[in-house]
Structure formats: structure tokens, C-alpha cells
């Protein structure tokens, strides 16, 4: 059994920063695949940020360099550091993880949700 606890959403400016965190317990490795995905009102589920076992990232051209992805392999807990938010970033976020170091188009696992609002 794999729990992902998300957090560190929030209300924030336009402009403003936030980082996410999510948790990982149970039976998943740190160095296992990651990522964050959002889906607005409406609209589908889209892929934000993944890191896979060996640090690579990849950002949705959407967030490139305002969003970073990162984990403490320690705690066992991803996080997306959040720059230079814009109100079309408003949307649910969601962690995910996968059972190995290599990411695939159809994560394992997948937090409740944390939400982020950016206003104007």
C-alpha cells in the first residue's frame, strides 16, 4: 500500500511563489519516478513536471523556467517549487509516483489534491 500527502497549496498573487510537497509512504522507493500533474476547471488532467530515478526532469513548455521539480530521497517526499505564478496556473495539482525509477505515460500512484489559486 503507497499513501502520497500532498501539501502547500494555497491563495497567492499573481507574480507570488509556492512550493508543494508530497509525502510518500508504504512500499515505494524515494528514487522511484515522480511527478506533478494539474487539471483546471474543465479542462483534462496535464502533465506538469516528472523526475525519474536518475534526477532527469522534464517540464509541460508551460512552466519551463518558473517551475522545478525535486525530491529529498531521504524523506521520501517530492516537491515542485512554483515561480512567477500566473492566474493560468490555477488548477488542482496532484502528486504521482511510480513503482520504478523509469516514468511512463500512466503513473501508479496518485495523491487527493491540493489546491492553487492564482489571482490577478
Known amino acids: 500500500q503507497v499513501r502520497l500527502v500532498e501539501s502547500g497549496g494555497g491563495l497567492v498573487q499573481a507574480g507570488g511563489s509556492l512550493r508543494l510537497s508530497c509525502a510518500a509512504s508504504?512500499?515505494?522507493?524515494?528514487?522511484?519516478?515522480g511527478g506533478w500533474y494539474r487539471q483546471a476547471p474543465g479542462k483534462e488532467r496535464e502533465l506538469v513536471a516528472v523526475?525519474?530515478?536518475?534526477?532527469?526532469?522534464y517540464y509541460a513548455d508551460s512552466v519551463k523556467g518558473r517551475f522545478t521539480i525535486s525530491r529529498d530521497n531521504v524523506k521520501n517526499t517530492l516537491y515542485l517549487q512554483m515561480n512567477s505564478l500566473k492566474p493560468e496556473d490555477t488548477a488542482m495539482y496532484y502528486c504521482a509516483r511510480w513503482r520504478s525509477v523509469v516514468v511512463t505515460t500512466t503513473p501508479d500512484y496518485w495523491g487527493q489534491g491540493t489546491q492553487v489559486t492564482v489571482s490577478s
Open positions: 508504504g512500499s515505494i522507493f524515494s528514487i522511484n519516478g
Open positions: 523526475i525519474d530515478g536518475g534526477g532527469g526532469t
